[in-house]
């Protein structure tokens, strides 16, 4: 037995769900460029769960079920006013959706339509706990969410307490859609291997918040803002970048274990970019994020990911460092579900093998003789 260092290259499910061929990402079969330019988030999710588009009047009725599920339990939302206000945010999300299982009288029940309606309560319901959680750290009270309006235009409202613009609604909501599934990431491989055991939905999108949050992942957005922020200036990129290099630290933002050519995200992102940038009136995030990317890739070879250009994005839409990586998690829990879903369809446990690389026939040596 020879093992594969992080799985690379092994193919570990079927799925009709995502896509990744020739560099080029599906959902559904839909290319992610025209999702990106046309769909809305919330008819991706539909997409997502239910393998189809939806018609005008399933769109509605899923805009209608997200409105209803979104107030949180009273007992979740005590909670999360009782966590330190310095916490991390996305360890805080962790901890809120973990609890929202207590208070759903059907979490155990393993029906493939309670299934689907909690995967609908679990969207709408992080959608609320990131921004309560956000405005509870500041001493503020939480808001609570309108009824009938997208996941974008409801977390910019409940997170700032003013109606959102459309420029703003519009570009959180594209980043939504291009965050929503990404095929067998390390976050929905999380929560496929944990539902696999035939433990609950909210048990799997734990799991997957849990990976999610690491700097290698979905965390690296919060890294990127991080590192533009260190740098300060263009002036600086240069030198910062090329001692980076030298010192063979990994630059954030950049790579991917797909794609070696470019994330097809990417370009969407840096577009919003450019586009957000000049109408706030400031660049420098911009053409700081731009030149980063002439050196990297230029002395490397390496591309941005989705993560680099979403992080000037997020900024550029006034939303805090530390809600970036929950932000992608409220976009990408309609992926987990919808590969929850699947994997109960038609599961099997999943337990792989491990290469012992320990000693061989070792003795059992007495506690008083060691
Ligand atoms: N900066 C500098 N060098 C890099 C980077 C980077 N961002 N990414 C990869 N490399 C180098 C590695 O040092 C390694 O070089 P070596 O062969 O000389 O040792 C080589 O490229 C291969 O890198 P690995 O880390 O082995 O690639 P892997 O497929 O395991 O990792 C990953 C992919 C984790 C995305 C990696 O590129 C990385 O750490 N990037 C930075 C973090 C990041 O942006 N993560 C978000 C990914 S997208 C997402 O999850 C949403």
């Given at each position: ?188 491989f999380a929560a496929r291997v944990t539902v696999a055991t035939l433990s609950d939905i909210y048990s799997g999108v734990t799991s997957a918040?849990g990976a ?124 987990w579900?919808?590969?929850i879903?699947?994997q ?6 999943i ?20």
């Open positions: 037995m020879t093992a594969t260092k992080g799985l690379e290259g092994i193919v570990a499910t079927t799925s009709s769900i995502s896509s990744i061929i020739d560099g080029v990402l599906t959902y559904r079969g839909i290319n992610i460029d025209e999702l990106a330019e046309n769909a809305t988030f919330e008819e991706v999710a539909y997409l997502l769960w239910y393998g189809k588009l939806p018609n005008r009047s399933e769109l509605n009725g899923l805009i209608q079920q997200l409105s209803e599920y979104a107030q949180l339990p009273n007992e979740v939302l005590e909670q999360i006013k009782l966590f330190p206000k310095d916490v991390n945010s996305m360890a805080a999300l962790r901890t809120a959706v973990s609890s929202l299982a207590l208070y759903d009288p059907e979490a155990g029940d393993m029906s493939p339509e309670a299934n689907l309606r909690k995967a609908i309560k679990l969207q709408a319901r992080l959608t609320t706990i990131v921004a309560a959680f956000a405005r509870i750290r500041e001493g503020k009270e939480p808001i609570a969410p309108k009824a009938n309006v997208s996941i974008a235009e409801n977390f910019l409202y409940m997170l700032t307490g003013q109606n959102p613009d459309k420029v703003a609604i519009e570009a959180l909501d594209k980043a939504l859609v291009l965050h929503a599934d990404h095929e067998l990431n390390a976050s929905t918040i999610l949050k690491g700097p290698l992942h979905g965390g690296a957005n919060e890294a990127v803002m991080a590192m533009l922020e260190e740098i300060g200036t263009l002036d600086n990129v240069e030198s910062y970048i090329n001692n980076k290099l030298a010192n063979k630290e990994k630059i954030m933002g950049f790579g991917h274990r797909v794609y070696k050519n470019g994330d097809p995200r990417a370009k969407h992102l840096q577009k919003m970019s450019r586009e957000l940038s000049n109408l706030t009136g400031n660049m420098n995030w911009y053409n700081m994020s731009v030149k980063i990317e002439e050196l990297v890739t230029g002395q490397k070879g390496l591309k941005p990911n989705v993560d680099f250009y979403s992080a000037s994005v997020y900024t550029s839409l006034k939303i805090p460092r530390d809600l970036f990586t929950p932000i992608f998690a409220i976009s990408r829990v309609s992926g579900t919808a590969h879903l699947e109960y369809e038609n599961n099997r446990l337990r792989p093998r491990a290469e012992y690389t320990g000693p061989a026939n070792q003795p059992y040596v007495p506690i008083e003789q060691r």
